[in-house]
């Protein structure tokens, strides 16, 4: 009886002894032994693998691509513009000895270097290259990550910048540069296309100038096409050859003086008593005179001078 309870007790033994010097490495795993606290150089590879109980220890190091965010960090870039930036790392072990006795936490060791090289870039970097030329930036901060993470046999895979924070005042100044940048090239574009239409029509004018008949049929289609509309009104352009002729054919207007001219027959003090004794009106003589204001005559010959209100006033006497 006794030897039976012996016999269990090493086929007790036996099971703990052979379930604790068994381990399953899975497919994306490495396994690296360490006998007697001396690393074993044979890296274990997926599938079932048998240890020395007591002796042997396995650690296992993940194969896979660890996709690592970096924290949001604050910076100042060299245009003096206050930003902040966020990234994400990928990155995967490529030799496990090293990823496990080079580094403590290689995990932790690349989350920290991503940070300083994170706001290293900003420093160096302009506002506009954070905004529109991140693929450098990233390919820049691939390359500090990449070359201490090569030491502890992990390869950084990718590194991408996020997301660019910015004050609210540098927004609205951002928006208002763009807004006045798309009004100058509307500018452009319209003024462009002025010169390129006033062009157009110099040589159709100077087509139209050898051939008469082209305006009026450019007017005939005018008139067609406002017809087309059923417009209950129908404007139709007149011609400015026949303003021109009816300007060429009326005769100038005579300029007018600062005083106003007026001609008055002459008479002598003898012709107009007699005229007023026989009820008639003042006879016209042959000498002119010419007003010069409006109530002084200044005969123009030798005839004397007759006061144009005393004529009237004597007409009236009568």
Same mark, same amino acid.
């Given at each position: 009886m006794t030897i039976i309870y012996v016999l269990l007790v090493v086929l007790a %033994?036996?099971?703990? @002894?052979?379930?604790?010097? #068994?381990?399953? !490495?899975?497919?994306?795993?490495?396994?690296?032994?360490?006998?007697?606290?001396?690393?074993?150089?044979? %890296?274990?590879?997926? @599938?079932?693998?048998?240890? #020395?109980?007591? !002796?042997?220890?396995?650690?296992?190091?993940?194969?896979?691509?660890?996709?690592?965010?970096?924290?949001a960090q604050d910076g100042i870039t060299r245009d003096n513009v206050t930003v902040r930036v966020d990234a994400v790392v990928y990155f995967s072990v490529v030799?496990?000895?090293?990823?496990?006795?080079?580094?403590?936490?290689?995990v932790a060791a690349i989350g920290q270097v991503a940070q300083t090289s994170l706001r290293s870039i900003i420093g160096k970097s302009d506002l506009d290259d954070l905004l529109s030329n991140r693929e450098r930036l990233n390919q820049g901060m691939e390359l500090m990550i990449d070359s201490p993470a090569l030491d502890w046999g992990v390869h950084i895979d990718r590194v991408e910048i996020k997301d660019v924070v910015l004050p609210d005042s540098m927004k609205r100044s951002m928006s208002r540069q763009a807004e006045a940048e798309r009004e100058r090239r509307a500018r452009v574009i319209t003024a462009d296309g002025e010169l390129q239409a006033s062009a157009k029509l110099a040589e159709a004018a100077e087509t139209m100038a050898e051939h008469p008949a082209a305006l009026q049929l450019r007017l005939l289609q005018t008139v067609v096409e406002v017809a087309a509309e059923k417009n209950s009104t129908l404007v139709l352009p007149f011609p400015v050859e026949l303003l021109r002729f009816l300007e060429r054919s009326t005769p100038p207007e005579p300029a007018r003086t600062a005083g106003a001219v007026e001609t008055l027959p002459a008479q002598t003090a003898s012709d107009s008593e007699s005229s007023m004794d026989d009820g008639l009106s003042i006879p016209h003589q042959p000498d002119v005179l010419e007003i010069r204001d409006a109530n002084q005559a200044v005969p123009v010959g030798d005839g004397p001078r007759l006061d144009r209100n005393a004529a009237r006033q004597g007409l009236r006497a009568m």
């Open positions: %033994v036996g099971l703990v @002894g052979m379930a604790a010097s #068994i381990r399953i !490495v899975k497919q994306f795993e490495r396994g690296v032994v360490f006998r007697f606290g001396r690393v074993d150089r044979a %890296v274990r590879g997926p @599938g079932l693998q048998v240890l #020395i109980p007591l !002796v042997d220890r396995l650690q296992k190091v993940n194969m896979q691509i660890i996709t690592m965010p970096v924290p030799e496990p000895i090293r990823a496990a006795v080079d580094v403590q936490d290689y």
